[in-house]
Nanobody, 119 residues
């Protein structure tokens, strides 16, 4: 069974940095678009950043210049480097990927990881 396995996430002070990772577990042909979403308490899940199979990226305005999404197509892993973190970044972060398998294309979600920014 194909899964996305996340790591990273922690409690960090404002201005600090964290790196999230999300690796594909299981056999796939390829990973297409990959991305990171977040959901704060009482709010809807929102897209934070996305990256295409070719490396094109897009970010929500509030994280531009602070967050960087990248991917390793050999390791089938997507990363989110978060710098200058703010309390407003506190949320559960989820990775997402469109994966091509023997069953066709599957949209998969990671298990989620908590990021808390607080002094």
């Amino acid at each position: 069974q194909v899964q996305l396995v996340q790591s990273g996430g922690d409690l960090v002070q404002p201005g600090g940095s964290l790196r999230l990772s999300c690796a594909v577990s299981g056999s796939i042909f390829s990973a297409l678009a990959m991305g990171w979403y977040r959901q704060a308490p009482g709010k809807r899940r929102e897209l934070v950043a996305a990256i295409s199979s070719g490396g094109s990226t897009n970010y929500r305005d509030s994280v531009k210049g602070r967050f960087t999404i990248s991917r390793d197509n050999v390791k089938n892993t997507v990363y989110l480097q978060m710098n200058n973190l703010k309390p407003a970044d506190t949320a559960v972060y989820y990775c997402n990927a469109d994966l091509v398998t023997t069953m066709g294309m599957n949209r998969c979600w990671g298990q989620g990881t908590q990021v808390t920014v607080s002094s």
